[in-house]
């Protein structure tokens, strides 16, 4: 597992030295729905899945997935440990200085997790800002976490390092309702089908005006652009004949999670998210 | 001629038997260090062990102050069994609290002194008056500071162990030891870890105290005169057994027993 | 990666909060390791099989398991048998009573240390039993371990990064979290470092300067 | 759970395993370094010896370990990450080791030095022939406890893209949803290979004891099963 | 009296001067251990220094063995200054090399024997020769056990220091330093951490070792009769000064000071 500094220094010909090799690196988070090993210890996810189909068409016929604690996954992408980030990233302005984005492969609507019968009442982050005494579970490194300093619930924010030890807390009764991605959520929930909590419906929280939709991509090297932009034509021809939708379908994406915002949108901050 | 001192010489000449040992054996591992031991020794009686290194009597001190216990056989002090109790006419054995009751009428002075070095003089002095006798602590100073004057210490109440010689430290435990007003006091080669000058004014000290009081005296030493001074009796040890007891000018003048004989001569030799 | 001035000023606010957080847990967590752990020894002492075997084993099992795994079953487990502590004071929990096996070592050595003429002295005494430990035993015991127990003062402090996982947000958690946010992490971990570094120096330095005042004379090697 | 799972957590095992190991044999080292440094009469060997322990005992693990992996290749630095990993808990383990191997050098009685002094044995002679041979049976209880502390301290590895046994966990959490049995088979097998190091380390100490005609001291077991009265 | 015994008795009644201090001084804080100390020996001179503790005889064995520096003055041995070298004309301080170099011709042995526990006995005898002298380790060996049988222990070169009895373990410290065929041999108090009868064994080897070897001994004792038996001149010390110097007969049968007679009174006294 040696990092491949060179392929910084070579710019744009990253793509076709990949090609050589016959493989690719690709960095994942271990989230599901995103990127994740799955039950029967496969490595697996919509971004995975996705990012394989792409290569092929790009000539590239295996790919070595490593596997990385989120919050490594810029730095070590930056230093060559992996070529490509395909976790299902949330594309943001403050990361787009940091790094490329390809178009993003989905959209994400909020929910909420709680107790099964909703005791409190509860559906939107707007319901929880009025209500003094519920407390929040939101995910480390989330965009819920910008969204909640914005609405001023830091205070009761309780921050949790794994989709699970959200779920596990409340549970515990260490929050009331527990703010994530759908998509997310309801792929924890499927997994414990036996623990009394539900889901509230899907929405897009509106945020000073704004409505915030979290939109993942694929993460490059700020120097691999030409890398990106092949890798975004062979994307969109996907998403167009619709075998972009039919590769997630199984993670859980239905219609309403595909999009048509660009990268170039989303780092420009028009529409979206902190 | 290896046997056994006689019966009679075993036994105290003074007042009938306070201290008792019967058929006390003991053992470390496959080394028995003593086997069968029988003795005795009259309340308010000076006796001094003697003999050479290994025979067993520290052992025998160690085991009076329950440091220690025997495999076998049976300790009496006064009326009571040290390490056993009479329940329902059959000897048992004895509980913590037994054991601690008997013990009280017993203290001991050790080779090394032993004093809490995180006090000062006088509350080693104290700290047991106060906490086993239940003297209050202004009682308990009275009664260590006569004790510390009488080892001419009294000028050092304040000074810490560490700060005193060996000497002097050794004459703080001697008062720490009487300050428990103890029927039988413990002396284990109570000078030997001092040089000659030092031993000798400790040695004064316990002259004084066995002219002044009736202590009962259980001394392991090598100082001889010191021995021939205080001691009604003198026993010789061998390898876990008595083989020879008698008066101090007896066994020091015409020793019976040709290892004692020797014994002697290389401890007189060699000063 | 280069150095930016600018963001690191910016986070320095919100790390200070996160380091106080992290002081404060080592601190309560110290003071509980430093009492449990010499229950544990003595515990462990007892003459009673009944309590020093379930003590041993108690011990050795928290002291080789991770504090991580620990403080999980704390935080989730324990309140399904109807105890709700807050996250902090599980954390402080968790931390203390995983250090107290460590310091119980500690105090154990002090204790073995204590030369056995001591003992012997306080039995030809006669003291009892309480007052033997009381004032004896302990105040030879418990100086010589200062040293060894302000090191593991300072270890506690770089574990303190564990609260993490049971949501409390030390130093590490808010540096993570502000990396996660801007995606850059090189200021908030070297600022961390650097922080770490200001607050174990001064107590190693602590710790040394006893250590020198119990430990007699300078000596040739 | 499924034997890739299962291979997950076996490799994460290893890993651990080998992080360990790695960074004891590395961490050895350090510690006697700079452990003997520190008892030099050159100063500068001595302040050296203290640079590097108070430097490295105050950094954390994780700290160098970012530094080494995300922000050294920045310098032109390359470090395997697994090597990063073993480097960074050495550095860090063997900064408290070095505390303990001056401990045990410093409580050598100083009569053991006179007396080789008198025999003029060299200074270096000293250390080697006297002092240390005594000096490590001391060391022993303490490197064990570090040992077991490395043990657990190697989880920290997973943010450079060490797969370690906790790491392996939190796959396997994340895959099945189910908290509880990979924390309990965590504990479980953390437990055990804490058995394992301890039973070695208790087992060095006895052959060291022994050559230096010593009774060894009494095992877990054995204290357990011979409990003494007062 | 206490004016300083007179200058001819301080000086060697040997061939020349071997050891030589020239006003030493040493202090500790306030303490003055010694002030402005002269004496000297011959080669092949025996010299036992008594006196009362604290006077400074062990602080002297410390300064030639090099374990403690005199703060003023200079101690030569043979040719050569001890802590210093000349260069050119001047004394300037000595190098480690040096003192090693002066050191190599004496050698100590303690009052605690400090054997190195982590070696058996053969090796404790061995390893100074093979690593100082440079000797094969086969002709260390052969040297070690003619030692060993001297001292009666050649059926011990198996066993750790912990196993021997502290009479043995002293012999084995004895051996192990005549292993390095010193040219003088430092002796402090070696017996008085034994008990009477395993000291006479101790005392019996060196009585040996001073017979059968020219080599030049310094020894601090209380044991006078092997003073007398061994040494040539006695020096008795007081406060860091030598107030008498005599040979051992007339030392202890007519001492003219004082303090020395007082002194030996308590010596002999007790026991
Ligand atoms: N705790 C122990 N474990 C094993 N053996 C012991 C122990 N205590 C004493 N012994 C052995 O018991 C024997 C008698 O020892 P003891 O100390 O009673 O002799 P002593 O007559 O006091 O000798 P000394 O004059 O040397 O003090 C010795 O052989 C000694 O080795
Ligand atoms: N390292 C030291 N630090 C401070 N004082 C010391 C030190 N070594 C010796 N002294 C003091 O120096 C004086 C002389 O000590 P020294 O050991 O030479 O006496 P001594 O004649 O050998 O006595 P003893 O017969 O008790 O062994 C004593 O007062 C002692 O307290
Ligand atoms: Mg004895
Ligand atoms: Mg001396």
């Known amino acids: ?274 | 001629m290896s046997q056994p001192a006689t019966e009679a010489a075993l036994t105290s000449r003074k007042d009938g038997q306070f201290i008792h040992f019967d058929k006390v054996s003991k053992r470390f591992g496959d080394n028995v260090v003593l086997n069968d031991l029988c003795f005795a020794m009259g309340a308010g009686e000076r006796v001094t062990l003697i003999g050479p290194s290994g025979s067993g009597k520290t052992t025998i001190l160690r085991m009076l102050m329950t440091l220690m216990k025997p495999d076998t056989g049976t300790i009496r002090v006064g009326e009571d069994y040290l390490y056993h109790e009479e329940r329902g006419g059959k000897l048992v054995e004895a509980g913590e609290a037994h054991i601690r009751k008997v013990r009280q009428r017993i203290t001991m002075v050790f080779q090394s002194f032993n004093l809490f070095p995180n006090m000062r003089v006088l509350r080693n002095v104290t700290e047991a008056p106060v906490h086993v006798l239940g003297l209050s602590k202004e009682e308990a100073e009275e009664r260590a500071l006569g004790l510390l004057e009488m080892v001419g210490l009294d000028h050092k109440i304040d000074a810490y162990p560490s700060q005193l010689s060996g000497g002097q430290q050794q004459r703080v435990a001697i008062a720490r030891a009487l300050a428990m007003q103890p029927d039988v006091l413990l002396l284990d080669e109570v000078t030997s870890a001092l040089d000659p000058e030092l031993a000798a004014g400790v040695l004064d000290v316990l002259r004084d105290v066995a002219k002044t009081t009736d202590v009962t005296m259980l001394c392991v030493t090598h100082a001889m005169k010191f021995a021939r001074d205080i001691s009604h009796r003198v026993l010789m040890f061998c390898e876990g057994r008595i083989i020879e007891a008698a008066p101090p000018e007896e066994m020091f003048d015409s020793p019976t027993h040709e290892r004692t004989r020797s014994f002697l001569q290389s401890v007189l030799d060699e000063t | 990666m280069t150095w930016d001035w600018g963001y690191a000023w910016e986070t320095l606010p919100q790390l200070l909060d996160g380091l106080g957080v992290t002081v404060l847990a080592t601190l309560a967590g110290t003071a509980i390791a430093l009492v449990l752990g010499l229950i544990f020894t003595v515990l462990r002492r007892s003459p009673s099989r009944w309590i020093c075997i379930p003590t041993e084993i108690f011990v050795e099992f928290i002291r080789s398991t991770p504090l991580l795994v620990q403080l999980f079953v704390l935080f989730f487990v324990l309140p399904e048998a109807g105890i709700q502590l807050s996250a902090f004071m599980t954390g402080v929990i968790g931390l203390g009573l995983h250090y107290a096996t460590y310091t119980s070592e500690v105090y154990r050595s002090g204790i073995e240390g204590v030369p056995a003429g001591q003992w012997e002295a306080a039995k030809a005494l006669n003291l009892p039993t309480r007052r033997v430990w009381t004032s004896v035993i302990l105040p030879q015991a418990v100086p010589p371990s200062i040293p060894a127990l302000g090191n593991y003062a300072i270890a506690m402090f770089k574990e303190t990064p564990q609260l993490t996982v049971i949501t409390v947000m030390e130093l590490l958690s808010v540096a993570r979290q502000l990396g996660a946010e801007n995606y850059r992490y090189l200021e908030p971990v070297t600022i961390i470092g650097v922080l770490f570094l200001l607050l174990s120096l001064p107590t190693a330095w602590l710790v040394r300067r006893t250590e020198r005042r119990l430990v007699p004379a300078p000596r040739p090697v | 759970m499924s034997p890739q799972l299962f291979a997950y957590l076996l490799e994460g095992l290893l890993t651990t395993l080998q992080l360990t190991i790695g960074a004891a044999a590395l961490g050895l080292v350090f510690s006697f370094a700079a452990g003997i440094a520190t008892c030099s009469p050159n100063i500068v060997l001595r302040g050296v010896g203290r640079c590097y322990i108070e430097l490295f005992r105050g950094i954390s693990a994780l700290v160098l370990l970012f530094w080494f992996v995300f922000a050294l290749p920045y310098a032109g630095w390359q470090l395997d990450p697994m090597w990063a990993g073993v480097l960074a808990l050495a550095l860090n383990i063997g900064a408290y080791g070095a505390e303990v191997v001056r401990g045990g050098i410093v409580a050598v009685p100083v009569a053991q030095i006179e007396a080789a002094i008198a025999l003029n044995f060299t200074r270096s002679q000293r250390m080697r022939l006297v002092v240390l041979p005594q000096a490590i049976a001391r060391m022993l209880p303490p490197f064990g406890n570090l040992l077991i502390e490395l043990l657990k301290g190697t989880s920290v590895a997973y943010i450079v893209l060490i797969p370690d046994l906790t790491f392996a966990g939190q796959i396997v959490r994340n895959a099945t949803g189910d908290s509880a049995s990979v924390f309990t088979a965590l504990l479980i097998l953390y437990a055990i290979l804490a058995v394992i190091f301890t039973t070695i380390v208790r087992l060095i100490e006895r052959r060291v004891a022994k050559s230096l005609g010593r009774a060894p001291t009494p095992g877990f077991f054995a204290r357990v099963k011979g409990v003494k009265s007062a």
Do not use: H, W
């Open chain 1, 1 to 274: 597992s040696t990092v491949d500094l060179t392929a910084q220094e070579a710019g744009g010909d990253l793509l076709s030295r990949i090609r050589d090799r016959g493989e690719v690196n690709i960095g994942i988070a271990n989230e599901a729905p995103y990127g994740f090993v799955d039950r029967s210890g496969r490595i697996t996810g919509e971004a995975p899945e996705l990012a394989r189909k792409v290569f092929q068409r790009l000539g590239v016929e295996r790919m070595n997935p490593r596997i990385t604690d989120f919050g490594s996954l810029i730095p070590a992408l930056q230093v060559g440990v992996f070529d490509v980030i395909a976790a299902g990233m949330f594309v943001t302005p403050a990361r787009c200085k940091q790094i490329l984005f390809s178009d993003p492969e989905y959209q994400a609507p909020e929910a909420l997790m709680v107790p099964k019968g909703n005791p409190k009442g509860i559906n939107t982050l707007d319901d929880i800002v009025a209500r003094k005494d519920i407390r929040v579970g939101l995910l480390t490194g989330s965009a819920n976490i910008g969204y909640a300093t914005d609405l001023g619930l830091m205070d009761r924010a309780v921050i949790f390092d794994s989709v699970f030890s959200g779920l596990d807390g409340i549970l515990a009764n260490r929050a009331d309702a527990f703010s994530l991605t759908a998509i997310s959520l309801r792929d924890a929930l499927n997994k414990r089908p036996d623990a009394p909590l539900e889901l509230t419906p899907a929405y897009v929280p509106v945020i000073g005006g704004k409505r915030k939709l979290g939109c993942g991509a694929f993460g490059f090297r700020r120097d691999q652009r030409t890398f990106r932009d092949a890798f975004n034509v062979e994307l969109n021809r996907m998403r167009a004949s619709g075998e972009l939708l039919s590769t997630v379908r199984p993670f859980g994406f239905t219609e309403s999670e595909m999009t048509t915002l660009t990268a170039a949108e989303l780092c420009s901050d028009t529409s979206s998210s902190s």
